[in-house]
């Protein structure tokens, strides 16, 4: 969207008029020369009009801030127009801020229950929706806690509180829990009815989480300009038929795949199929948690065709089979404890999922798959010691059979050197 600004300047035409030095002829060349002026003052730097009024949001929290933001862009309501939320910090006391932009100016989405957010807090939202809600674990004491959620709405640039639900419990069952709304006491009935309808109604693959960690980090004026004009594309939605889905190559459909264009699956050991996407990841991104990079091609199902690889620099290794319009996630790091990859042993590929990270003991597992994604044989090396200090007696294994450290080392250096 662009904000076009016309302007429109009369001209004088002076017939007869014999004094070159009147004042009027002066006055009026003074009148075009300002009104050229407020047109470049007026002007957008931006295709989206709305950056240009949170570039002044953003530029004013920064004079306030000592140490920079967290500042994203989201699309809460459907009117073509961004959403601005800031986070100083991941603290409740930080507060989270919400902006919103309807007739040339930033609105402040403060409203009663928000702005709330912190390390005890998730801040959601639903693209397009009009949808946005924040739930909080209050500070438990000694004979219980609470559990407060807000919701609301955003419509025509402006905020509704749907409803803001308490809930005070006691460890002591023989002391009832206190519901309340709106700081009205209510039923435990109609506590539920309204958390119902607020909440457990609008989960769905569609909420999103507003985090301080996921957004752009600023610390002076360059940055807000790089992280408006990172903003000022509009995405081209790309839908793709079924035909055009099954007549794509292994490399044009792991393409649509990483653009989030395709639905992939992922089918557990029980062999049920579930949808898989690359919702929350960014490719080639920098967040260490949430961005993946892309490795090269690797036949990890031993059926002569190549497979490919995304990685992520907490997890290791993504292996996904692309073919006959079907992307299908073999397998993938399972956290710390089972950071994935890939070795080649005995002939063949096997995917590994490895423990490294932890005191007193180095886990191998690993997994040969057949080209119909089935695991057709399997092995272990790791050593442990009893009490999990580096430093004690280890005990080595294949296979769960105890060997000695010679075998294991043996093993190893076949295995993965």
Known sequence: MKKIIVLALAAMMLMGCKNEESEPIEMKEEVVTEAKEDAVEKESRYAHEELDAYSEVLSEHLKDTKDGFSATLISIDDDDYYELAMFDGDAKADGAYLYTYKDGEAIDMATDGFPFYGSYGQLNYVPNSGYFSYDYDGESVDDGGDFMFFAFSLKDGKVENLCSLERVFYYDDSIADVFSNHD????????????????????????????????????????????????????????????????MSPDELFEAFCNGDVE???????????????????????????????????????????EYELISPMYGSMFFDCKDGTVTLIAQGEGTAAICSCTTYDGATWIVHRDTTHAGRRMYFLDKYNGDLQIVDSINLYWETEDYNEDSPKTYYFNDQVITEEEYNSYYQAIFE
């Not at 919702?279 to 190549?306: A, K, Q």
Request: glycine share 6%; net charge negative.
């Open 264 to 306: 992939g699956q992922y089918i557990d050991e029980n062999g049920d199929s579930y949808p898989y996407n690359l919702d929350g990841y960014e490719i080639d991104g920098y967040d260490v948690n949430n961005s993946l990079t892309v490795g090269e091609p690797v036949d990890v199902d031993n059926d002569g065709e190549l």
């Open 184 to 247: 009205k006491d209510i039923s435990e009935s109609e506590y539920n009815e309204l958390y119902q309808k607020y909440w457990y109604d609008y989960i769905s693959d569609d909420l999103k989480d507003l985090t301080y960690y996921n957004g752009y980090m600023i610390t002076s004026e360059d940055e807000i300009e790089a992280f408006l004009s990172e903003n000022d594309v509009d995405e081209i939605e790309v839908s793709y038929s079924d035909e055009d889905i099954e007549a």
